[in-house]
């Protein structure tokens, strides 16, 4: 196969994946399987923060939930600790599983490799491409997801959600930050407060 080839069958076969996810979403009229409108989320934040993203940020962005709901954060108890230990397996599943769709699609095992690598985040802070899909993430969860989990633990105090705020701001690139002050003025009023707040005196 040449180069359009392959990634057309990658992105193809984690599509397929995705599309399995018994979960829904809501994307404008209709209903989506969640993890394959997350990957779709991911795929359009990629391409505005990236106009000409290599073939392996295409597949990475795509799987950057690959089947997560196989592996439910339930199975982990409750904590801070058992959320990181949770997302630690699902890096490296997703990673694994990537890597071997690229496989069957004809990428060298170079290139599987290095999509492995981007999705478990093992060099976030050192490697470009690896911050690059951090920045696409916080994107879309800014995007679609914040304003929902935002809703959905009120029993969060301030001190609790400025952190989760600065958390998120101080995984991402000056690129990432731009993006997401212009994607601001379109939220609610009191989590543009608390972007606001969160944010005052950060670079």
Avoid at 87 to 101: D, E
Wanted: net charge negative.
């Amino acid at each position: 196969m040449n180069s359009r080839a392959n990634l057309e069958c990658a992105i193809a076969a984690i599509d397929r994946a995705n599309q399995a996810d018994p979960n829904r979403e809501q994307v404008d009229h209709e209903y989506l399987p969640r993890e394959y409108a997350y990957s779709l989320h991911m795929t359009r934040w990629l391409f505005e923060l990236e106009p000409k993203p290599s073939a392996r940020m295409q597949i990475a962005c795509r799987a950057q939930h690959l089947e997560r709901w196989t592996m439910p954060r339930s199975d982990y108890g409750e904590g801070r600790k058992n959320y990181y230990l949770w997302r630690q397996a699902c890096g490296l599943m997703h990673g694994r599983r990537a890597a071997g769709i690229m496989s069957e699609c004809g990428y060298s095992p170079e290139e599987c490799e290095r999509v492995e690598t981007i999705l478990t985040k093992r060099n976030l802070r050192d490697d470009e491409e690896t911050q690059l899909l951090e920045d696409v993430a916080c994107m879309v969860f800014l995007e679609r997801y914040f304003a929902q989990f935002f809703d959905d633990n009120p029993e969060y105090d301030k001190e609790k959600w400025l952190r989760i705020v600065r958390r998120t701001w101080g995984k991402m690139t000056p690129r990432g930050h731009s993006a997401a002050l212009k994607l601001a003025g379109g939220m609610p009023a009191h989590l543009q407060a608390l972007l606001q707040e969160a944010l005052a005196g950060e670079s």
